[in-house]
């Protein structure tokens, strides 16, 4: 057996998912996102297939696409990149993430994680070989900080991670957060590694922010990762694109070869229909979503598992010492075995480094349809005697 996996198991979103499927409860806990997908990139799809349009594309993924990437990158997130040398459309945002560990870093390299991180993150870069040191973000509004940061800079430093909007907090990277990083990482000379997956979904008239957009030097070391699947409720296509600069990308494209070959090529095509969509649509996205939070984060608090307010995606960090759990996953557990609704534990987003552990937390995901939320709504409050 492979001793990079000594240690590793399946993550707990993913126990949770069939641990919900076993006793037929509600899943709030892993981002499945079963939502509809939009006509037009589910139509582009099937007629690419009907087209035989099902052949390798480019490692580095269909030029169309990427050019209408490039469009987007410009015009939303403040991006300018070469679509012929510096995107690579990938088999998902997580093969993105794995690319940028093989290709741009080595083994016994350290990476800076603010927790609570993506799990997957951090087990990714465990199978790779590269070591992940754990940043402790600030006080109820989790905020990034230039001096948790430095705190955690050893010699072996090469990257920096930064998940803005967070899963699994919802929290959203401002500027001066993104200065304390692009300074840390100009003083120690690191590369910054960006998951925006869900840039799309905001709230409250909040700004997404691209980290490589701030500045020319920041975007000189920027790997800035972003992805489909969320905004197009299509987790099951696989697909993500990665923005960098070209010397970057030339070794994510070598790596995504060699790894997945490329992404799939139907697929493809039906997610650049996407980007044809007018703004109403995310507009009406991010009002749909708006709902939902308040529905769930409302419905949280009348329960007495007082939620952190989410700023973007659709995750809520909900905290249930109230229930006197001896652990989150027994809450967690007794949250599908009493009231018929899945969480995630939230020791499933922290190391146990620090002070926070995530032992009193729980990870409640709002992807689903209003009716479906609204029957888990009235669960938790049946539960609850409320």
């Known amino acids: 057996m492979s001793r990079r996996l000594e240690g590793l198991a399946q993550s707990d979103i993913r126990a949770m998912t069939r641990a919900a499927d076993a006793a037929g409860a509600i899943n709030l806990g892993q981002g499945i996102c079963d939502l509809p997908t939009p006509a037009p990139v589910a139509a582009a799809a099937i007629a690419a297939i009907e087209a035989r349009k099902s052949t390798y594309t480019y490692a580095e993924g269909d030029a169309g696409l990427r050019a209408r990437i490039a469009a987007k990158l410009a015009r939303v997130n403040g991006i300018t990149a070469d679509p012929e040398t510096e995107i690579v459309v990938t088999a998902g945002s997580a093969a993105a993430f794995t690319c940028v560990l093989h290709g741009l870093l080595d083994p016994g390299d350290e990476i800076l994680v603010p927790e609570p991180y993506y799990g997957y993150h951090v087990g990714a870069a465990r199978v790779a070989g590269v070591v992940p040191r754990y940043v402790q973000l600030v006080g109820s509004r989790l905020r990034l900080t230039e001096e948790a940061l430095r705190a955690r800079v050893t010699e072996r430093t090469r990257a920096l991670v930064l998940c803005t909007p967070s899963n699994p907090s919802g929290r959203m990277l401002d500027r001066e957060e993104i200065g304390a990083a692009e300074r840390v990482a100009e003083d120690h000379d690191l590369l910054v590694i960006t998951d925006e997956i869900y840039e799309s979904i905001t709230y409250d008239g909040r700004q997404h922010i691209s980290p490589a957009s701030t500045s020319e030097a920041m975007a000189r070391r920027t790997v800035t990762i972003l992805g489909l699947s969320k905004t197009f409720s299509i987790t099951g296509w696989r697909l993500g694109y990665v923005a960098a600069p070209a010397a970057f990308a030339e070794k994510l494209k070598l790596v995504h070869d060699l790894f997945y070959i490329c992404a799939p090529t139907p697929l493809q095509h039906g997610v650049a229909a996407g980007f044809d969509l ?31 307010v989410p700023e973007g995606a659709y995750y809520v960090l909900s905290d249930v010492s109230c229930m006197g759990a001896g652990s989150a996953r027994e809450a967690a557990m007794r949250l599908i075995d009493e009231a018929g609704v899945a969480t995630v534990p939230g020791t499933a987003f922290f190391s146990g480094e620090h002070d926070e552990d995530g032992s009193r937390l729980v990870r409640v995901c709002y992807a689903k349809e209003m009716g479906v939320l609204e029957e888990a709504c009235d669960r938790l409050r049946r539960w609850a005697g409320a």
């Open 278 to 308: 007018p703004d109403g649509f995310f507009d009406e996205m991010r009002i749909d979503y708006s709902r939902k939070r308040d529905l769930v984060v409302g419905t949280l608090r009348e329960v007495g598992l007082t939620p952190l």
